[in-house]
Each structure stands twice: as structure tokens, then as C-alpha cells.
């Protein structure tokens, strides 16, 4: 064990059992799984994706590119979990990845003998040629890489979300969220403060400083439980903010139960927050990163303030024996944790001398020091020496090297402000040439950065930016500040850096022990010069071509160095360089929280059901979806096949009667004085002179001419009118008419209302329909002569009014019986009954296809498909010629009147049982010569057992010209079935039988 | 996700409303005195400005109003909402 006899914030009264790869860890409750794995001394967690390198635990937060592990089994397992954030509960199941078939024991680590035949783009190069063999080498490639397993079973748990407003975001609960939390509470504003940790308190948690008086930690607790005292104050701890999105959107993923074991988990998993906030502070913090050095991947490398995490949060002695490699002074803190926590320690400062309180209290320690050196390798995996070189100027080596024994070698490059939110929401970041660091500028929302997210690197500033942003934050919200001190602090010492990424290691700096950039997907400093040398300058594509910062920790640790590296590559400076750009989500999101409730479920999209659905279910219906309707598609008895279904329904339909739910229709009132003049200008033809209950077919166009959709409006009065639309069609043209009404025509006085879900439609269909309806109906006349074609009657079923419209899709004497939705199966079991004797049959919308392609009725969508107009369809008829219309005067435009548009027409094949392929090419040779000129393609395709033979219907260039000629519609296999092109009507082609 | 000022209801976030492209294309009063390229500019031609955008919203899951916005395609400030008939604001880009 290296647990210290005391300290540290983890409860020693609670131990807590799990298993790590199978065997059982303890550690204590306000552990991490990686603390408590370096408590119990495991070092190697883990193996590189590429090179299957060992590796061990990095940092101590969310910039962790190493320590990623699946976390439980089945369906609860997550993987890719940062084992530095994650908390441990009795019973968790930890498992590494990344590693076959364990980590100690790695069959893949070969990859590592022959990194130099592995290097940036490698996978882009070799695998390219042959194309075909790609699928092969890919299966290879992610066996061998892949981070982490996807969950294979149904995820258990459920999810949340939710929504909320507040004057004041503040993110991050270190000490500056704290106060600017704390100042903007006072003033009374509605403040969020929401921190990704199990705890509040950023790095006041590692730090052993003293504010306000007291020990960090207790500060915090007090700060917190003021804040809790707040009415108006919302904490959310384990809430990462994972994007910035605009006009200060922004979300936030909260971790309800991950902390705890799978039995004690009550709720939610996790509930995401959308949040609307009138003003954000970031107080995001930084991330330390790392020099880079020959092997520094080895476990027992790690970075200097993740040191003092761990010794001073969770009362871990890190090692035996240490060097601390820095080119700043705030590093020196770690050396002073690791004395006091009994560590020997030497320090290797790349600068020539230093002298602040804080080295100076080092250096009256007794801690050796060796200014002007650098660590320039690590032995040892795990580490156990590191090999250290003396400068004799930047960049410059002396002869000769030192060999220090050691298990841990800490690193400290600088700091890196958390600018990922900030950048996010469009703000830019400068170059600071004091700092060595991006930090924000140009700031585009309702924002500011504040504390170490802003550069300021020591406690004291922290305090004081973080109390100003609040106050500030809380004033632009429209509160008032209060007067608040900030509080005193020992923790004052200024951040002072001279600039070094990596230890100069020759003039060629590919060559020796690599020096790793982005530990998780194995780019070193080779690779970075590689990619230069290959002509890759710009930071975007030198990330892309080396996989730099593409990992599950997005480069938090190493981007910035990279783009160190590559600038020293290029011979610019970094600031010329630039940034990657940062994308939400800041940490990994999991699926579950992004679909919330939806998830699984029918709430991902609502499931439309006509009133009638029940009885289609009871009758053996089989359902398509058409959107977000589920329409009957054929009802096989017994074990029929769908063609001997149709081909049934089809002929009692033809033959006696059939029946159809045509409720999903769009319905559509239109009402207003102006109604009819409306009508005409959005439809084709002519209104103005259709009778009160008279129905018309109408054709819609778009404004460029082409058919947008069709159906039959009925006038039910001089004022008001009953469109029907496809069933796809009902919203978006409810939106075109309203957009005419309200945009160019407001002059007119028209009203619309949705209607398709008010009423259920009934269609009877066949010879048969009238014997049925009128059994049913009552207040009609159905007299031939009396209730003609194309018109609409009032009556009642049971006293229930029903409208009867006497129009037909199939070409059959045909009435639709519409109904308040509310007793539409009433009236559909009532039709239903009085069928009985005539063997009605009901039909689906299979067999409504192949019945109206029998009468080469089109359905737009189908037969069409945006570049098609109505003279391409053969129905000028249906074309006004004496008034204007929406895309009347594109149809004289000379791309529509060319002669070969392809044109609606027949199709009969030769082998009368061959449905020829919807969507197959038309050509005009049975040829396999290439390329071969396409003339079109087959629209809709059935067998119909009616005409007794297959059918089709096909968009052929200048096919009203080509009656009687064989065309050949290519198949996938290279088949040519012939085919003659006829008038696409194959059924009664005089109309007789919808008149009878 | 914008946060939407629809000039009847008031804001309203993004989801409940669709873009329907640039405002102030005035359908021609006369198409038939148009020759087929002015009238192909009208179908089709629209602006793709880097700066101040007036477009026309339709508050689909509100109030049904189609309304003008004028909004900025770089940094998405939405600099004013106005009905249908109203006067575009001035544009200083």
C-alpha cells in the first residue's frame, strides 16, 4: 500500500471494495478508481492504441489520456471512463482496455518493436491498394485498437433532460467559480454553478495553501454551504458543461447515479441541462501540461500537479523516489508535497536559476536542484531511472549524461487555459508570450473568463477575478453587486516560465527514444516533423494526418505542445501556428444522456394511428409507415404470401367490394370569402365555378413548375372548401399555402385549419359500394343520377353525421364516408357488417397501388420526383389557361418545353409474369456496350392479377412519341427485360366503371 | 440553439420555428413580362452574404406567422425581428 498515516480528503472510515482485471482493490470512499489503483501501487493500467505501449496514469482530471477503463459488465458497461474523475462504490466491476489479453501480458505490444515502420499516416499509405482488401485490413486494424467495448444489450437505465433559465452560469467551482458564484448570489441573481467533480473545489481539493484562515478544503466547505443557503444559487456537482452553444446556450451533463453501485441507483442515470443563461462566467481552470522527454510515456511519468493531487486529496505517497522536471516555479509546490509526504526528490530546471518564496523555501528544504539540466529519457517500464542531461544553451547538450534512480518522474511544461467552452462559443484566444500559453481575447456572448481560465495562474488572483467576474456577471443581469472582500490567501506567488516543450534531443529530432505528444493515440514528436516534412503545415491537417488530439481526451494534455512541435518543425512562431479547432463536447457524452427519454422508446417519434388501427391489428394487418402514420398495408389470411394477398384484394375489389382506411389523407379546410380565389391560385386549374358539394382533382405546382403535390377539394360551401393532400404532404403544403396567404397575397381573406386527424375516412370500393353504403347511411339519396360522381353528401350512421364523398382512387364506383375520428370504427365496423354479404374485403396500401397504377393514376412522390410537370404527365387538361397560378409561367420556360423530358408512360414486359424492377434503367439496345444512354426509369411496378398480367409505369424521354417501341430496363444482374411502352392506363381506359 | 424573438409571441427557442430562406422576394406582379432569365433569378438566384442576412422565418410549432429576421451569418446575433409588410431595417455592414 502507499497510503500515507493520514491526510488527505477520503473518508478512512468507509473502505471501499471493487475489482480491478478480476481481482479486489480497496480503497476508501472520495477515491477515484485512480487513486485507488496508484494506492494500491498499480502503475500499468493500460496499453497505447497503436504501439501497445504500457502506460500508466497521466494527470488527475478530465485532461487523462491514459487511464480509461470499462466500468461494470453487460448491459450496464460503459467504457472509456476516466479513471480520474470516476469515484468508486463497493462492488465495481473495473476492467483496462486496450489491452489482449491483459496488460501485463500484451500479445500486440510487438506493434511497438516495429514503431518505425509505424508512423504518421501509416494506416492512410499502406492499407490503400487494393481498395477491396480495405474492409479486411480495417476489421484487423480496430480488433488491435479499439478503446473500450460498446454495450451489446439494451441499456437499462433511463435518462433525463431538462430545461432552465438563469442570470448567472458559473463553471467550475474551483476557488474562482466560488466566488464569482458567491458575488453574483449576493447581489441576488439566479445563479448555476456547475462543476464536472464528485466535490466542489477544483484544485483547492490538491493544494495545502491557507485561505480566509483555514486550511483550502475547509474554506470550500464553508463556501459551499453558503452557497446552499442561497435560495436563488442551483449546485450541480459531477455536471460536466459540454458545450457552448449559441446566444448562451449551453448544456450540461449531469452524473446522478455513475458514483454509485448498480443496486443503490435511484432515478436517472444521468439528466441532461439546457440552459439559457443571461450571463456566463468560465471559470474552467487550466490543464498543466507536460515536457516531453525520450519514453515519457512509461508509467510512473506523470504531471507535477497531478502529484500533488495525490498526496495531498488522497493521501498517497506517489513513489520512493522522484524527479521533478520544470521550466517554471509553481512546479516547485510539488516538489515541496513530495518531501512532505517523505519523498526524495531532485529537481531538473531546464532554466539557469530561479528565486521566488516558493523556490526559496525548496531550496531551504535541502532538495537538490540541478538548474540548466534536463531529463532527457526515461528508463524503465515502469520507470526507474531517468537520464538526465546538463544545457549548455537552449536547444544545446552537453557530453555526458547523469542517471538518477527514481519510480516517478513529474513534469511541469506550464499551463494551459481551459479555453474549450470559450472557443466554442466563438471567442478567439492570443497568444500570451509571458505565460507560454493561448488565453481568451475577442469575446463574442454574454461571457467572461475569470481565474486560471483566464491566465491568471496564482490563488490570489484567482480570488479577486473570480469575486469581479460575479459581481460583474451579476451587474450585466441587472442586480446590483454588493461589497465583498476577497478573501486573504498564503498562496501568492507569481507564475514565472521560460519556454520549453521538449528536451533537445540532436539536430535530428525523429531520431532516439520517441518523445510522445498525444500519449492516447501514440503521436510523438517524429511523427509531428514527419508530417512538416511531408508538406502538412497547416495545424488542422497535420492533426488529421497524425490522429493528434482525436482521442476520447481530445488532446487536453498534449495539443498545445503539438503545435509547439509542429511550429519549431515549420520555424514559425506558435502564435502564427494556431489552435485546432475545440468542438463540443468538452469530455465525452454518452448516447443515453444525448437521447434522454426517448431513448428505446416510442417518444423518439410519435407513432400517428388512425381510429380504425385496432381493427386493422385484430384483422391481421400488416403496417407500413408512411411518416409517422402507420397505414395497413395488405391482410394476409393464413399463410398467403403479400402478392396472393394483394392479388385477392384486389380482384374482390374489382369484382364486388373492398374497403380501405383512407383516414391518413391530409385534410385540409380553407375558409373566407377569398377561398375560392385562393384555390386558384395555388392550384392548376379553375374554382370559382365548382358547385357546392362538387369535389375537383387539383394539381399543385412549385413556383419552378414541377408537380409538389395532388388531391381532391371538395366546396362544401360558397366559403369554405375541404382540400385533401397526400398523406406526406399535409404539413409541408398547409405551410406553402399559409406562406402565399401571410407573404404575398394578404389582401385576401382566407383562413386554414388542419384537419386530418378530426376525421376518420372510410373508402368502399367496387361495383358492390353503393349496395353497402346506402345500407348504412342514412339522408342520402344514392340514386346514380342523384348523388353523381364527383360530389359530396351530407347524411348520418346512427345518428352520427357523416360526410360521403363519392370520389375514387381505383376507378370503381367508390365512396368515402368521413366521420368525427371519434366513431370512425364505429362507422368502419358498420360499412364492415353490411359488406358481409358482398365478400368486402379490406385492402391496404399495397393494394391501393397496384389498383390506381391499374388506371395510371400517378402518386406524386412516386411517379414524380421534382423535375416532372404536369405536361410531362400528360395532363395539360388539368392546366387553366385563362388565369395565373403558382408555376404556371415556368412551365413556358425553354427547359420545360425541350423536346426530350422524359415523359409518363406504360410499360407492359414481354414475359407478361416479369414485374419489371421499380427504378431500373431504361435503355434503348440490349447491350453491353458502355456507356450505354439511359432514357429514363420505371416509376411504379406490380403484378396485377385484374388485367392478369404485370403492369408498369415509367418516366421515358419524349415517351408520348414512342408508343409501340421496345425499350430493355437494365437490371442489377445484368439482365435486359424488354418491355413496350403503351399509355400508362391498363384497366376499363374509358372510366366507365367510376361513373357506374 | 438561437433563442427566437417571434414578433407575436415573444422569445421562443429555435426548434419551434423553420427558416424559409431569404425575405423580400417579391413574387412578380406580372410573370409573363419577365423573360425566362428574370424570371429564373427570381426561382432561383438568392444571396449568400457573409454579414447581415434578412430572412424569412415561419414560427411552425407557435403561431404559424411567417415573419422577416435580419441576422447575422457569421456571428448569428439577431439584430431585429419585423412582420411581414414592415420595412427592412437598415443594414450597416
Redesign the interface.
Known amino acids: 500500500m502507499r497510503r500515507l498515516a493520514d491526510g488527505g480528503l477520503i473518508d478512512r472510515n468507509q473502505p471501499v471494495e471493487f475489482t480491478f482485471d478480476g481481482k479486489t482493490v480497496t480503497g476508501y470512499k472520495g477515491d477515484t478508481i485512480a487513486s485507488a489503483l496508484l494506492a494500491n501501487d498499480i502503475k500499468l493500467i493500460g496499453r497505447s492504441w497503436k504501439y501497445h505501449r504500457p502506460r500508466g496514469i497521466i494527470g488527475d482530471g478530465a485532461e487523462e489520456p491514459n487511464a480509461l477503463f470499462q466500468v461494470e459488465e453487460g448491459a450496464y458497461t460503459t467504457p472509456n471512463v476516466r479513471g480520474t474523475q470516476a469515484e468508486i462504490y463497493p462492488g465495481m466491476v473495473v476492467n483496462s482496455t486496450n489491452a489482449w489479453p491483459s496488460v501485463k501480458f500484451d500479445l500486440l505490444s510487438v506493434f511497438g518493436l516495429f514503431a518505425r515502420f509505424l508512423p504518421a499516416g501509416f494506416y492512410y499509405k499502406t492499407f490503400m491498394w487494393p481498395q477491396k482488401f480495405w474492409m479486411f485490413y480495417e476489421h484487423m486494424i480496430r480488433k488491435a485498437s479499439g478503446l473500450g467495448e460498446s454495450p451489446r444489450e439494451n441499456d437499462p437505465e433511463h435518462y433525463e433532460k431538462t430545461n432552465a433559465h438563469c442570470d448567472v452560469l458559473v463553471v467550475g467551482a474551483g476557488a474562482t467559480g466560488l466566488m464569482a458564484a458567491l458575488a453574483a448570489g449576493r447581489a441576488g441573481a439566479r445563479v448555476i454553478l456547475a462543476d464536472e467533480q464528485g466535490a466542489f473545489g477544483g484544485r483547492l481539493l490538491s493544494e495545502a495553501g491557507i485561505v480566509d484562515g483555514q486550511p483550502a478544503a475547509s474554506w470550500v466547505e464553508q463556501m459551499v454551504s453558503e452557497l446552499q443557503n442561497m435560495p436563488e444559487v442551483r449546485l450541480l456537482k459531477r455536471s460536466t458543461v459540454f458545450g457552448y452553444?449559441?446566444?448562451n446556450?449551453l448544456t450540461i451533463a449531469e452524473r446522478i447515479n455513475d458514483h454509485q453501485s448498480i443496486a443503490e441507483r435511484q432515478g436517472p442515470r444521468e439528466k441532461v441541462w439546457r440552459v439559457?443563461a443571461k450571463q456566463v462566467v468560465l471559470a474552467t481552470g487550466a490543464h498543466e501540461r507536460p515536457i516531453l522527454f525520450g519514453h515519457n510515456d512509461r508509467p510512473g511519468v506523470m504531471l507535477a500537479s497531478a502529484v500533488s493531487t495525490y498526496i495531498n486529496r488522497y493521501g498517497i505517497k506517489p513513489a520512493n523516489r522522484a524527479v521533478l522536471y520544470t521550466n517554471n516555479n509553481a512546479a516547485y509546490q510539488a516538489a515541496l508535497d513530495l518531501d512532505a509526504a517523505g519523498v526524495a526528490v531532485t529537481i531538473v530546471d531546464c532554466r539557469s536559476d530561479a528565486d521566488s518564496a516558493l523556490v526559496n523555501s525548496v531550496k531551504q528544504r535541502k532538495i537538490q536542484i540541478l538548474f540548466n539540466h534536463v531529463v532527457a529519457e526515461a528508463k524503465g517500464a515502469p520507470v526507474s531511472a531517468a537520464v538526465v542531461k546538463q544545457l549548455v544553451k537552449p536547444g544545446v547538450l552537453a557530453a555526458g549524461e547523469k542517471i538518477i534512480n527514481c519510480d516517478l518522474i513529474a513534469s511541469s511544461g506550464g499551463w494551459n487555459p481551459a479555453i474549450h467552452l470559450l472557443a466554442q462559443s466563438?471567442g478567439k484566444v492570443r497568444w500570451d508570450d509571458a505565460q507560454h500559453c493561448f488565453v481568451p481575447d475577442l469575446i463574442?456572448q454574454q461571457q467572461r473568463s475569470a481565474g486560471a481560465a483566464n491566465g491568471s495562474f496564482t490563488l490570489a488572483a484567482c480570488l479577486a477575478d473570480g469575486l469581479q467576474a460575479g459581481a460583474a456577471a451579476a451587474t450585466a443581469a441587472g442586480h446590483t453587486a454588493v461589497d465583498l472582500t476577497v478573501p486573504a490567501t498564503d498562496q501568492t506567488e507569481s507564475f514565472v516560465i521560460s519556454e520549453l516543450w521538449r528536451s533537445p534531443n540532436g539536430p535530428k529530432p525523429w531520431r532516439g527514444a520517441k518523445q510522445f505528444i498525444d500519449p492516447q493515440n501514440d503521436v510523438s514528436v517524429a511523427d509531428i516533423f514527419l508530417a512538416a516534412r511531408e508538406g502538412f503545415h497547416s495545424v488542422e491537417h497535420v492533426k488529421r494526418y497524425t490522429a493528434m488530439g482525436f482521442g476520447t481526451d481530445q488532446g487536453k494534455v498534449g495539443n498545445i505542445a503539438g503545435m509547439a512541435v509542429l511550429a519549431e518543425a515549420l520555424g514559425q512562431p506558435i502564435a502564427s501556428v494556431g489552435t485546432t479547432t475545440f468542438r463540443p463536447n468538452y469530455t465525452p457524452v454518452t448516447f443515453g444522456a444525448i437521447a434522454g427519454p426517448e431513448i428505446g422508446g416510442t417518444l423518439f417519434d410519435p407513432v400517428r394511428k388512425t381510429a380504425m388501427h385496432g381493427w386493422h391489428e385484430e384483422h391481421g394487418a400488416l403496417f407500413e409507415n408512411v411518416g409517422q402514420w402507420h397505414r395497413p398495408w395488405y391482410y394476409p389470411q393464413g399463410d398467403e404470401s403479400m402478392d396472393e394477398a394483394v392479388n385477392r384484394e384486389c380482384l374482390a375489389t374489382r369484382n364486388s367490394v373492398g374497403m380501405m382506411d383512407a383516414s391518413t389523407l391530409g385534410k385540409i379546410e380553407i375558409v373566407g370569402p377569398d377561398a375560392a380565389e385562393f384555390l386558384n391560385r395555388i392550384y392548376t386549374n379553375a374554382w370559382t365555378k365548382l358547385g357546392i358539394d362538387c369535389a375537383r382533382y387539383g394539381f399543385m405546382l412549385g413556383?419552378?413548375g414541377m408537380v409538389m403535390d395532388d388531391g381532391v377539394t371538395i366546396r362544401l360551401d360558397e366559403n369554405r372548401f375541404f382540400m385533401h393532400t397526400t398523406t406526406g404532404g399535409a404539413a409541408p403544403v398547409l405551410?406553402w399555402m399559409?406562406?402565399w396567404l401571410?407573404?404575398?397575397w394578404?389582401e385576401l381573406e382566407v383562413y386554414m385549419t388542419s384537419v386530418t386527424d378530426h376525421w376518420a375516412t372510410t373508402a368502399v370500393v367496387g361495383p358492390n359500394s353503393r349496395k353497402v353504403v346506402s345500407a348504412v347511411v342514412e339522408g342520402i339519396d344514392f340514386d346514380k343520377d342523384a348523388f353523381p360522381f364527383m360530389t359530396s353528401r351530407k347524411g348520418t350512421i346512427e345518428g352520427v353525421p357523416v360526410r360521403v364523398n363519392r370520389i375514387s382512387f381505383s376507378g370503381e364506383l367508390a365512396y368515402e364516408v368521413n366521420v368525427s375520428a371519434h366513431s370512425g370504427r364505429m362507422v368502419w365496423e358498420r360499412l364492415y357488417a353490411a359488406g358481409e354479404p358482398y365478400n368486402i374485403t379490406p385492402y391496404g396500401t399495397e393494394s391501393m397501388h397496384v389498383l390506381r397504377a391499374e388506371k395510371g393514376f400517378v402518386i406524386v412522390g412516386q411517379d414524380t420526383d421534382g423535375s416532372v410537370t404536369p405536361v410531362d404527365l400528360g395532363m395539360n387538361w388539368i392546366m387553366s389557361k385563362t388565369k395565373?397560378y403558382l408555376g404556371?409561367?415556368?412551365l413556358?420556360?425553354?427547359d420545360c418545353t425541350r423536346e426530350g423530358r422524359k415523359q409518363l408512360v406504360g410499360l407492359l414486359s414481354s414475359d407478361p409474369q416479369v414485374v419489371l424492377p421499380e427504378g431500373g434503367q431504361i435503355v434503348n439496345q440490349a447491350s453491353d456496350q458502355i456507356p450505354l444512354p439511359m432514357h429514363g426509369h420505371v416509376t411504379s411496378s406490380y403484378y396485377s392479377a385484374c388485367v392478369g398480367r404485370s403492369i408498369a409505369m415509367a418516366l421515358v424521354k419524349d415517351g408520348f412519341q414512342r408508343q409501340g417501341e421496345t425499350i430493355y430496363v437494365a437490371t442489377a444482374d445484368g439482365a435486359m427485360l424488354p418491355a413496350e411502352i403503351t399509355k400508362p392506363v391498363f384497366y376499363d381506359p374509358e372510366g366507365e366503371r367510376q361513373h357506374g | 440553439?438561437?433563442?427566437i424573438p417571434c414578433p407575436y409571441c415573444g422569445e421562443r427557442d429555435e426548434s419551434e420555428f423553420?427558416c424559409?430562406g431569404e425575405a423580400h422576394i417579391?413574387?412578380p406582379l406580372d410573370?409573363?413580362a419577365?423573360t425566362?432569365e428574370q424570371?429564373?433569378d427570381y426561382?432561383?438566384h438568392r444571396k449568400n452574404p457573409k454579414g447581415w442576412h434578412q430572412e424569412?422565418w415561419?414560427h411552425?410549432a407557435g403561431c404559424?406567422?411567417?415573419f422577416n429576421m435580419l441576422r447575422h451569418t457569421v456571428?448569428?446575433e439577431i439584430k431585429a425581428v419585423y412582420k411581414?409588410?414592415e420595412p427592412a431595417p437598415e443594414i450597416e455592414q
Open positions: 452553444h449559441d446566444q446556450y439559457r466563438g463574442v413556383e419552378d405551410n399559409e406562406r401571410q407573404t404575398e394578404p395565373d404556371r409561367r415556368s413556358e420556360r425553354v | 440553439m438561437f433563442l423553420s424559409a417579391d413574387r410573370p409573363d419577365l425566362d424570371w429564373g426561382l432561383f424569412q415561419h411552425t404559424r406567422r411567417y456571428s448569428y411581414i409588410g
